[in-house]
């Protein structure tokens, strides 16, 4: 079962999984005790985010706002959820609830929220949601779900991104690997948004227009056993397709050439992989990418393929490159660029030597780093289990909080300070030094006049009075827009790819200490001096007062 709507534009393509329903059930339970206790045109505001940047990191990259904001165009419960939720409430539940709950949209919620792409770290409030009590309540566990694992695989892209540079390609091959069909799609669409140039998954590329790529697997290889298997060897010539060669034959006499130049014995290779090597070729020739791992990468599989790649030239084609997926990938990786180096020259073919070598194999961000020390010639990287399941840290950790009701301040204490929330309804600043860098996140109330470029401002930790420190922006940049309004998305929807470009803009404006991989320096985000008073004085209204005996 296909569960997305298909659509011509690729932007409004929506999971049909993702319904009001999608919810945990006690969201149902406080809908209806909202609505028993004459609480549905209470006004309130709830705010979305997170407590702890993932992967032992100092930044996060925001993601997943368009598919709540898809959500709430498409918010209502069917006839059929109607019919589910009467066997499941109890028998007491008046119909009434049943016809609210029917008639219910999304048309008078306000959500704001800062831009999909955007780097954001703890405590920043990446959405603020404003409306009836019921309504802003229903929508929690559908926008977390939406936006949790999103932000993490994106994150997790950005830093492989970051890990491999910009001039390594990197493609996504995790589907197989993921958390099921949904969690495959949304893999391949954050780690995209996230840095990658392509995925292997073809669903996500015709929903999401993002490029796909792949070679072909061992079987592909282990599938011919010699060449009498080939039931094809002729290739049409590029410019002449009346003319056919034997690429069979041709590729034949380049690898004893080669096999000569590589001081290699001609015994050692492997007809089977030969065959499937020239098969694939004369179904892919202006592709032609091999897998060279499946017998041995020096002795047979580099062999085998340069041949093949020699034998193209003649016909007017130039074969891609080569995948490695097993072994010592630094080592085999040098080894097949020398040898790429040496064809060029002796045939005079300068674009040999700058042939691809992908790499894939169980690739971590430690892993593209150690890589990197050992000198590496890969021009691409294939990553998948580790990217998809994030399995550095498998979840997020956003939680959504209600800050203010009917214009009330509201905040939630605990023994542990960092789940403590900072009340009523605010903006977010982002304070840029004279350097273009990010220096500080700064946290107002909505009241409170914004900063001003070139104009002190005090900057307080929230909860630890002596963290404290004057900024002077050269930059002020308002990080709020509204998105959601009169029951209609209001702000302009970027692309995919525009996402894509902004996430690696957005990472630009953070120093690099902020980003590096080993002990990273925390960036700092603070309140304004009068919300740190206002949350102090909230937080002593409603603690308790012991009493010793």
């Not at 329903?21 to 969201?27: A, E, F, R």
């Not at 959405?127 to 566990?141: D, K």
């Not at 209600?402 to 600043?429: A, F, H």
């Not at 309140?527 to 007062?545: G, K, M």
Request: net charge negative.
């Amino acid at each position: 079962m296909n569960n997305f709507v298909d659509s011509n534009d690729l932007s409004s393509n929506r999971n049909a999984v993702v319904q009001p329903l999608l919810t945990d059930w006690y969201q149902i339970s406080m809908a209806y005790a909202y609505w028993m206790s004459n609480k549905c045109q209470d006004h309130s505001i709830f705010e979305l985010f997170f407590r702890k940047n993932p992967f032992q990191g100092e930044f996060t990259i925001f993601a997943g706002l368009q598919e709540c904001l898809k959500f709430l165009e498409n918010f209502h419960y069917s006839d059929s959820d109607m019919e589910y939720l009467k066997q499941k409430l109890p028998e007491t539940t008046g119909p009434e609830f049943f016809e609210f709950l029917k008639g219910l949209t999304a048309k008078d919620l306000k959500v704001y929220a800062i831009s999909e792409g955007s780097v954001v770290f703890p405590r920043t409030p990446l959405m603020r949601v404003e409306g009836p009590l019921p309504v802003v309540q229903l929508v929690e566990t559908t926008f977390l779900t939406l936006v949790n694992y999103a932000s993490l695989v994106a994150t997790n892209a950005a830093r492989y991104r970051i890990a491999a540079g910009n001039n390594i390609k990197l493609f996504e091959f995790g589907l197989r690997r993921a958390q099921g069909p949904d969690g495959g799609l949304s893999a391949s669409k954050y780690a995209y948004m996230g840095g990658f140039d392509a995925t292997s998954n073809v669903l996500a590329g015709k929903l999401y227009n993002i490029p796909v790529s792949g070679t072909h697997a061992h079987a592909y290889v282990t599938s011919f056993s010699s060449l009498s298997d080939l039931s094809v060897r002729k290739i049409k010539k590029a410019d002449d397709h009346t003319i056919e060669v034997d690429l069979v034959d041709r590729a034949l006499e380049y690898r004893t050439q080669v096999a000569e130049l590589l001081h290699i014995l001609l015994e050692e290779s492997n007809d089977g992989e030969l065959a499937a090597f020239v098969s694939f070729a004369i179904a892919f020739p202006q592709g032609f990418i091999a897998l060279i791992d499946t017998y041995d990468v020096l002795r047979s599989g580099l062999l085998n393929f340069c041949a093949v790649a020699l034998a193209l030239v003649e016909v007017g084609y130039q074969a891609k490159g080569i995948r490695i997926d097993s072994g010592d990938l630094a080592y085999l990786s040098v080894r097949a660029r020398e040898t790429f180096h040496k064809i060029a020259e002796l045939y005079k073919l300068p674009w040999f030597a700058n042939m691809s070598i992908i790499a894939s194999n169980d690739i971590n961000e430690e892993t593209i780093i150690s890589l990197h020390e050992q000198g590496h010639k890969i021009d691409c990287f294939g990553i998948g289990t580790h990217l998809v399941t994030c399995q550095r840290q498998p979840a997020l950790g956003c939680v959504y909080k209600m800050v203010e009701v009917n214009g009330n301040p509201r905040i939630k204490l605990s023994q542990d300070v960092e789940k403590i929330t900072m009340p009523g309804k605010k903006e977010i600043y982002r304070l840029y030094g004279t350097d273009g860098y990010a220096l500080i996140d700064l946290l107002q109330r909505s009241c409170e006049p914004p900063p001003k470029v070139g104009t002190k401002v005090l900057c307080r930790h929230p909860f630890q009075e002596s963290k404290r420190a004057y900024v002077s922006p050269a930059k002020v940049e308002s990080l709020y827009n509204i998105y959601w309004k009169d029951g209609k998305i209001c702000h302009p929807q970027p692309s995919l790819a525009e996402v894509r470009d902004h996430v690696q803009k957005s990472l630009t404006t953070l120093r690099q200490d902020i980003k590096r991989n080993l002990n990273p320096t925390p960036y700092k985000v603070s309140v304004s001096d009068e919300l740190y008073s206002f949350i102090h004085e909230l937080w002593l209204q409603n603690a308790p007062i012991g009493e010793l005996f």
